[in-house]
């Protein structure tokens, strides 16, 4: 990377990504995970960039998660040889796409209804050397995708294994906050009926970010997918997963006008910050200044509120705001700033940017 000179030679607004903290959140969680005996996976939905991921990898994951197909063929591109996409892959150019990605990497999918179990057979993975390695998504509680209950993970599994071209490649769930017990039950119940009925489960993966250090408090999971861990966030601080110390990525933004004694406005708006609440008031943090409040968003501006006093804030000043949700945040921008030691020393490209289908 080429040194960009120092912070105050910046555009506004933009966002910055402290490497130095990445590195220290991957290795961290790697670590604690492989003390318990789990697989990392991580989810590349976060940084959706090339080198990050090569950093995980280069710390001890087994492979990459996905969410859409247009993420894993940039990923499959860069060199990365593993990775599972969590979502139900649906459609003739979809499915045609996974057989091609099928063909040159070690791919997971998963489903969660007969139907897209069909989708997937009728495609032609004829190769008996590559079987198409399909996961059974399980809901334990988040009500979002996956099947109710053990008794039909089972079923979903047994018609998987017959289906031709795919193989049962284990159970897979996205948990609510604070679901680790209920996936530990789901689980358990499901591998039963899967042993009983002599069906070999390779993998039982779960993931999130904000139940990440209590991943060992469902021993029956193999694997798990945390994607926020490596930048943490707003969220994240506020359910008392990490620090602020710990986030590794902000939005640096300028004030642009300080229109009354206890509001000014800065030219960071949902464009780059985004709307989403993640259960939260406000949108993001400002670092060094709990007293301050961004309480409004239009697309350019943000509204910075004083929560009693002076926004003691002037034009020209600049601010580090920690997003609710990093994950959208990188979404938002082609490229980010990477510091080392706190001084701008290249751009990260965001290379999955975008890659909704």
């Known amino acids: 990377m080429d040194a960009l000179g120092n912070l105050d030679d910046l555009d506004t607004p933009c966002v910055l990504v402290d490497l130095d903290q990445a590195e220290v959140n991957i290795v961290r969680h790697q670590a604690y995970l492989a003390s318990h005996g789990i697989a990392a996976r991580p989810h590349i939905k976060t940084h959706k960039t090339v080198e990050l991921a090569r950093a995980q990898i280069a710390a001890g994951a087994v492979g990459l998660t996905c969410q859409k197909l247009g993420e894993a063929e940039v990923m499959a591109a860069a060199g990365f040889t593993d990775i599972l996409l969590t979502y139900n892959i649906v459609g003739a150019r979809k499915l045609a796409r996974l057989k091609a990605l099928n063909a040159h990497i070690r791919v997971g999918v998963v489903a969660d209804s007969a139907a ?144 009354a004694a206890d509001r000014a406005v800065i030219d960071a708006g949902s464009k780059v910050l985004t709307t989403d609440p993640m259960g939260l008031t406000g949108h993001g943090h400002v670092m060094g200044r709990s007293d301050l409040a961004i309480d409004r968003l239009s697309e350019e501006h943000g509204c910075v509120q004083a929560m009693g006093g002076s926004v003691g804030l002037s034009v020209g000043q600049r601010l580090r705001i920690v997003p609710n949700h990093a994950c959208v945040v990188s979404n938002m921008v082609d490229r980010a700033v990477a510091l080392r030691n706190g001084v701008p020393v290249g751009e990260l490209a965001i290379a999955a940017r975008g890659r909704v289908t």
Do not use: K
């Open 116 to 259: 897209v179990v069909e989708g997937l057979a009728t495609a032609g993975f004829s190769d008996p050397a590559r079987p198409l390695r399909v996961l059974v998504e399980c809901d334990t509680g988040a009500r979002r995708c996956g099947v109710a209950d053990p008794a039909a993970a089972a079923a979903l599994a047994r018609r998987i294994q017959a289906a031709p071209g795919l193989s049962f490649g284990g159970l897979m769930t996205y948990p609510p906050n604070g679901g680790t017990a209920a996936v530990q039950a789901f689980m358990g119940d499901a591998r039963a009926l899967l042993d009983a009925a002599g069906l070999p489960c390779p993998t039982i993966t779960s993931g999130g970010s904000p139940d990440m250090w209590r991943a060992h408090e469902a021993p029956v999971i193999t694997e798990y997918r945390a994607g926020t861990y490596i930048y943490n966030d707003r969220s994240l601080v506020e359910r008392g997963v990490c620090s602020w110390s710990d986030c590794a990525l902000c939005v640096l933004a300028t004030v642009v006008s300080v229109p």
